[in-house]
């Protein structure tokens, strides 16, 4: 019996569910899950900066079965679920959970983005992994130089980083993402992962909305992390500077427990190991 992870994500998509499924893989890492991307670039990611062990690339959540076998268990993160597929998943596997649906809340990773008392770098800005439209890129190509950290998207397209390179004093590399959140005390972010993230650490994110992305509204009212939307840059870039000038205070924030699950999986898999003598 095997437990799969299955995360949306590629160049359009972003790698938001991939981050989340990463967190309750590592999480659930006594049962050496598997995790599920339909781009291999986000398996990559996964496996170089979250620390996840194992993942396949599965270009559609319908072709899990593929690769699973009946009994086996499923969480997954994908706006591609239907109440078709759900129903035949339900039949197929000994336990399916959907996240923002079986699983709910704040899914961030602890073992990873812990409290940092004293964060080196002041302000930084992460747009998303992804800006297929070149949504940022055209808001801040006619500004003026900031000084502010612009922490690169994963899936930023091939030769951004030069001209962003002449946006911004200094422009910090996919790779190091996670050190970048940990330490950025100040995170403008169009990623409301990214923001959770950083309040895990201890620091102050500030949500920027994006027009093409639909966010959790009752989290991020629920939490009362600060919003702001802008037309062009240096609207952004005021907005910002007199947000954490007076950072509200955060209420309520509290990571979604997996002991629940977890005692499940173990209950379902210990059951099925004494059934077929393993």
Do not use: W
Not at 69 to 98: H, Q, S, V
Not at 138 to 145: P, R
Not at 151 to 172: A, P, R
Not at 250 to 278: A, G, P, R, V, W
């Amino acid at each position: 019996m095997q437990v799969y992870l299955y995360a949306k994500s590629g160049h359009t998509v972003g790698l938001e569910a991939t981050k989340r499924c990463a967190a309750i893989a590592n999480a659930l890492k006594e049962f050496d899950p598997i995790l599920c991307t339909s781009d291999f670039r986000a398996g990559a990611f996964a496996k170089d900066l979250l620390g996840v062990r194992r993942y396949v690339n599965i270009d559609v959540v319908r072709n899990l079965t593929n690769i699973m076998e009946k009994r086996d268990i499923l969480i997954y993160d994908t706006p591609e679920a239907n109440e078709a597929m759900r129903k035949d998943m339900k039949e197929f596997c000994t336990l399916f959970y959907g996240i923002g649906e079986e699983i709910e809340g704040i899914i961030v990773d602890t073992s990873i983005y812990t409290k940092n008392e004293t964060p080196s770098i002041e302000k930084t800005i992460f747009f998303g992994d992804d800006d297929y439209n070149n949504l940022f890129l055209e808001m801040a190509k006619d500004s003026d130089k900031s000084k502010i950290n612009l922490l690169m998207g994963h899936y930023f397209f091939l030769g951004n980083e030069k001209i962003f390179t002449k946006l911004f004093s200094n422009v910090i590399d996919e790779e190091e993402y996670v050190q970048t959140i940990q330490n950025s005390k100040y995170l403008l972010t169009a990623s409301l992962q990214a923001a959770f993230e950083s309040l895990a650490c201890g620091n102050y994110p500030v949500l920027f909305k994006r027009v093409d992305k639909e966010y959790n509204e009752d989290l991020i009212s629920k939490i009362n992390i600060p919003v702001i939307e802008a037309n062009n840059f240096k609207q952004l870039i005021e907005t910002f500077e007199s947000t954490i000038n007076n950072y509200p205070i955060i209420s309520n924030f509290n990571i979604t427990s997996l002991d629940n699950i977890t005692n499940d999986i173990k209950q379902k898999i210990d059951l099925y190991k004494k059934l077929t003598n393993q």
